[in-house]
């Protein structure tokens, strides 16, 4: 077991004006040392809507991590979802994929939408985007991870939105398994239905809504 050197200070006889310093060996748990690594590096950003600057222009990223405790330390960190202004995003993405459509990991990708009306900002906002987060970090749809690029929250006036992005909307095996899992991860009820939208779908919708491919 390995030890730790901590300096400290006794009188070494009552009769002496002095005292002598010593060393004391404590015995120390790995654990108290070592993290715990993650199967990837994951990137944290923001988006801030700021309508002077370009879309790209408001995107910064905040950190990586790739442990365990480099995670909980970033997100004990940053501001809650729930206390973000309207038209701010956070996005978790695997270090490489930036969290947009054109990013060629996305690109024929599409997500597993959440959406969530005012009142459940309160309530289940936060819950829903750290449950999310632990979702991607923990690697919780198994071998179907791999499809899983990152996930985006969006805070809205009108209401937010969580989604979790996949690489190809055409892989149906990995899309509905994560999306079965990540439904039950949420606690949302069997009769409430979640969509898969494909970003292309997305990106040239011709009305407020867009068709969902899959739905769980």
Request: charged share 25%.
């Amino acid at each position: 077991m390995a030890t730790a050197l901590v300096l400290t200070s006794v009188a070494a006889n009552p009769e002496m004006e002095h005292c002598e310093t010593i060393i004391q060996k404590v015995p120390m748990s790995p654990e108290s040392y070592i993290k715990h690594p993650l199967q990837n590096k994951w990137a944290l950003w923001f988006f801030k809507n700021d309508k002077s600057k370009t879309w790209q222009a408001n995107l910064r990223l905040i950190s990586k991590f790739d442990t365990v405790e480099d995670f909980w330390a970033l997100y004990n960190h940053v501001q809650l979802s729930s206390n973000l202004m309207s038209g701010c995003d956070y996005s978790l993405f695997k270090d490489g994929i930036e969290p947009m459509w054109e990013d060629g990991q996305n690109r024929r990708g599409g997500r597993w939408l959440i959406t969530l009306s005012k009142q459940q900002r309160r309530a289940d906002l936060d819950r829903f985007w750290l449950e999310t987060l632990l979702c991607l970090v923990g690697e919780a749809f198994g071998d179907h991870s791999e499809d899983v690029c990152g996930a985006v929250i969006n805070v809205r006036a009108k209401g937010d939105k969580i989604a979790i992005w996949t690489t190809d909307y055409e892989n149906q095996d990995a899309i509905t398994h994560i999306g079965r899992v990540y439904k039950e991860r949420l606690g949302v009820p069997p009769k409430v239905i979640i969509g898969y939208q494909s970003h292309a779908d997305t990106a040239t919708k011709s009305s407020s809504s867009t068709k969902n491919k899959f739905v769980a």
